[in-house]
């Protein structure tokens, strides 16, 4: 099956700063979803992205598609403690590939 | 809101036993799928199903097996437990082929003695 990257497998900020993930896949995907994960919960959907070149907004996070659609970005500005957990892109068409995730902490 | 229920939160089962996962989900999703959580590695897929007893290999199948007799049910079977399986499992559904986005259920922590 394909496989979906992740980087980077932790990131540590403090309150106030910003954070990044990235996904890199080595073929071309129909969607890319995001999904947050809190300490000892469940994997929680975020948002899902298909068009090329995609820019979606949450409040603070903003999530980007690559224009060739191989890659996708999770950007939080001014990272609050309730952002803590672990975030997972997946992509594919039906049945999803999950990168490894990024764990941020933050500390207050 | 739909809801994924995994019957098992935590559970401790033996080398050898044959072990019966199992998930319902309660509103009406054609897709289901098994996934296991390890550190570092993310979630990897076991298996899936698009329909009542269809099933699809995922990426990591051996040691395991599936059951969806009906749509609401999703049940993952270890034939004979090993310790390399202790692992946090996950049963996901989803409303239609198209990338919609999973529901997760709260996951049962499997550990393998």
């Known amino acids: 099956g394909q496989q979906v990257m992740q980087i980077p497998q932790y990131q540590h900020v403090q309150e106030g700063e910003d954070f990044t993930t990235y996904c890199n896949s080595s073929t071309t995907l129909s969607n890319i979803q995001w999904y947050k994960q809190r300490p000892g919960g469940h994997p929680v959907f975020l948002i899902q992205?298909?068009?090329?070149?995609e820019v979606k907004k949450q409040k603070r996070l903003t999530f980007q598609f690559g224009e060739a659609k191989k890659n996708s970005s999770l950007h939080i500005t001014a990272t609050q403690t309730t952002d803590v957990g672990t975030y997972f892109c997946?992509?594919?068409?039906?049945?999803?590939?999950f990168g490894a995730g990024t764990r941020l902490t933050v500390k207050p | 809101d739909v809801k994924v229920t995994q019957s098992s939160r935590y559970l401790v089962k033996r080398t050898g036993e044959k072990v019966f996962l199992e998930c319902v989900q309660d509103m009406d999703h054609e897709n289901m799928f098994w996934y296991r959580q390890d550190p570092g590695l993310g979630l990897r897929l076991i298996y899936f199903?698009?329909?009542?007893?269809?099933?699809e290999k995922g990426d990591i199948p051996e040691g395991y097996s599936v059951s969806r007799e009906k749509k609401e049910r999703f049940s993952l079977i270890l034939e004979s437990a090993s310790t390399n399986q202790t692992s946090m499992y996950l049963c996901?559904?989803?409303?239609?082929?198209?990338?919609?986005?999973?529901?997760f259920g709260s996951g049962t922590r499997l550990t393998v003695v």
């Open positions: 996901a559904s989803s409303i239609d082929r198209g990338g919609y986005g999973y529901t």
């Open positions: 997946a992509g594919g068409n039906n049945d999803m590939r």
């Open positions: 199903s698009y329909d009542v007893k269809m099933k």
């Open positions: 992205l298909v068009k090329s070149g």
